[in-house]
């Protein structure tokens, strides 16, 4: 290397060369970068391939022009970019909806062991209730009270729960909607079955251990609970409020209603029935850590 000589960083030249004599055409390189695959080694520039990398070492390089004595940054020793810690904003937040937008009711899913242990309860159930005295069908929409003539008979319910928004009445499962309170009672089900005889005033309140947890995009509240009624039960929501009624065993109901510490989206949302616990799957509005369930 003489003393004005230097030397040339384009890919696959490596040669030293005088500035002074550099011309359009001094250096032969590549003007791609290494590609090493399937035990091949190549440049994407051209089309030559080998498996012994001194062989790739000696490709003749396939562009022309001048050479390059800018030695390029090593990548390893590169710091990263100062960021003003005046341009990290925190993301806006959605303004919070109002608590009184209707609630609506949430899609429902049953566990297919429970939709089996519901079949095999129907035939029993039926039987011990034949033995009450004054019982009222519990289904929603249907109310008769049981008499000899229509213990047996077909029951016509509602399989969804009741809806009242800007003045209009209606059931969720079938949208038949009126202003009139009395014409909204006297609309008939939707649905049949048979009859679910039971003594209203024995219902029975009671309690049962529930819990939450989160994800990026879903919170989870799981009611811990055994042989639970999916078509007594009623689980509602709108985006910042909860409330359940989950009917099971003999006649006994938990209740629930809160405020949500967060916002969801009730279309995206759902409740899972299963045979030991019932599931409410609520979406997040916002990508936000919740620090707790409701704001009580």
Not at 30 to 39: C, L, N, V, W, Y
Not at 111 to 130: F, G, H
Not at 167 to 190: A, I, M, N, P, R
Not at 219 to 230: D, R
Request: one cysteine or more.
């Amino acid at each position: 290397m003489g003393s004005g000589d230097i030397y040339c960083y384009n890919k696959g030249c490596g040669q030293t060369f005088n500035p002074d004599e550099n011309l359009d055409e001094s250096c032969c390189y590549h003007s791609g970068g290494p590609i090493f695959h399937d035990a091949y080694k190549s440049w994407s520039c051209c089309e030559k391939r080998t498996t012994d990398f001194t062989e790739f070492l000696n490709i003749k390089g396939c562009v022309r022009g001048k050479h390059n004595g800018v030695k390029p940054p090593d990548p390893t020793r590169q710091k990263p970019a100062k960021v003003d810690k005046a341009e990290l904003k925190p993301p806006e937040r959605l303004q919070r909806p109002s608590e009184e937008i209707p609630m609506i009711p949430l899609p429902v899913k049953i566990a297919p062991s429970l939709q089996k242990l519901l079949e095999n309860l129907t035939v029993s159930n039926n039987t011990s209730e034949s033995n009450k005295g004054a019982s009222i069908c519990q289904r929603k929409g249907c109310g008769k009270a049981k008499t000899e003539d229509n213990e047996s008979e077909t029951c016509f319910y509602h399989s969804g729960s009741p809806i009242f928004h800007e003045g209009y009445k209606y059931w969720s499962c079938c949208q038949k909607k009126t202003t009139d309170f009395d014409v909204f009672l006297k609309q008939e089900g939707c649905t049949d079955g048979n009859h679910l005889w039971g003594d209203p005033s024995s219902k029975k309140e009671a309690k049962c251990r529930y819990d939450w947890h989160q994800t990026g995009d879903t919170v989870s509240f799981t009611v811990y609970v055994k042989n639970v009624k999916p078509d007594l039960s009623t689980v509602i929501c709108n985006p910042v409020k909860l409330e359940l009624e989950i009917r099971f065993g003999e006649n006994e109901v938990f209740n629930f209603k809160g405020v949500l510490n967060g916002i969801i989206v009730p279309e995206k949302s759902h409740v899972g029935f299963f045979k030991t616990k019932v599931e409410v799957s609520m979406r997040k509005a916002e990508f936000f850590g919740w620090n707790k369930l409701t704001v009580d």
